[in-house]
């Protein structure tokens, strides 16, 4: 098994490539290793001391590491980890698989929410996926659009640009409603 990795715009953020499916759908976002306990995968990256979050697109995993903690000496026990994971045979998550991701809204918006969805998903989405990381609808109040940043979209330096003058001016050229898009935490 070869495990191809990729930067981020993000310098605590690594993209690991295993060849192979991660997820068939959806992502799922472990931001401690609390959050891991549906995944063995992510218990076992979460087991590399350093490591303070990890990620799961379709074919990507993104691990976060401490700042004080240098990729040359964590890189090789995340790769060992990946490979040990997919050599034992073990699921990537038990129970249910990860969602889309987008939260639900109801309400005398809904046809706005829904635009907003549908371009976060073909136009947004992708785009960061390459990334490493994902970005899903939170909520939307008075012309406020409230995205929730995973991977290595958290905590990337170029975040709030991105936000800014990429998905806000995106939303809001054609959304006319739109007025604003916020960050939120998990």
Not at 37 to 51: D, E
């Amino acid at each position: 098994m070869f495990i191809q990795t990729e930067s981020t715009p993000n310098p605590a953020t690594l993209k690991f490539l295993p060849g192979r499916p991660v997820l068939e759908t959806g992502t799922a976002d472990f931001p401690s290793p609390e959050a891991a306990g549906s995944s063995p995968l992510a218990q076992r990256i979460f087991a590399v001391p350093g490591v303070t979050g990890v990620f799961f697109g379709n074919d990507f995993v993104t691990v976060t590491k401490a700042d004080a903690t240098e990729w040359d000496h964590v890189k090789p026990a995340i790769l060992g980890a990946i490979m040990e994971h997919y050599q034992s045979g073990a699921p990537v998550m038990e129970g249910e698989n990860a969602a889309a991701g987008h939260a639900a809204h109801d309400g005398p918006d809904s046809d706005i929410v829904n635009q907003i969805k549908e371009l976060l998903d073909t136009r947004v989405r992708p785009a960061v996926a390459q990334d490493g990381g994902d970005i899903t609808f939170h909520g939307f109040d008075r012309g406020i659009v409230y995205l929730h940043m995973q991977g290595a979209c958290a905590g990337c330096p170029s975040s709030t640009l991105t936000l800014k003058m990429g998905i806000e001016n995106l939303l809001r050229h054609y959304i006319p409603e739109v007025l604003e898009v916020r960050p939120v935490a998990a």
